[in-house]
């Protein structure tokens, strides 16, 4: 059973950081890359970060980059979204997403978890 848990949402005041984690089981995690995506109310979902299946490549939306970083830990079937210097318009449900393209393509999602900045 494919399972992708993200944990890590809460509420934070502008300017603070929070660490999303996505725990993956069921399925060859080193094998797929790896992103995580928000989705604003009213707005559609957007790729934040995403991370290659060994680590080696990152990218980045504008809007997070040099404020959020992208890592996985292949041993602990994890990957991780640290957020520095949050703004309001970070605002979303952070969604985990799990892609192979060869053979494939193959996409998993996880629930979503709640992240809001607000003071």
């Known amino acids: 059973q494919v399972q992708l848990v993200e944990s890590g949402g809460g509420l934070v005041q502008p300017g603070g950081s929070l660490r999303l984690s996505c725990a993956a089981s069921?399925?060859?995690?080193?094998?797929?890359?790896m992103s995580w995506y928000r989705q604003a109310p009213g707005k559609e979902r957007e790729l934040v970060a995403g991370?290659?299946?060994?680590?080696?490549?990152?990218n980045y939306a504008d809007s997070v980059k040099g404020r959020f970083t992208i890592s996985r830990d292949n041993a602990k079937n994890t990957v991780y979204l640290q957020m520095n210097s949050l703004k309001p318009e970070d605002t979303a449900v952070y969604y985990c997403?799990?892609?192979?393209?060869?053979?494939?393509?193959?996409?998993?999602w996880g629930q979503g978890t709640q992240v809001t900045v607000s003071s």
């Open positions: 997403n799990a892609i192979r393209l060869v053979p494939g393509p193959v996409r998993y």
């Open positions: 069921g399925f060859a995690f080193s094998s797929y890359a």
């Open positions: 991370i290659t299946s060994a680590g080696g490549s990152t």
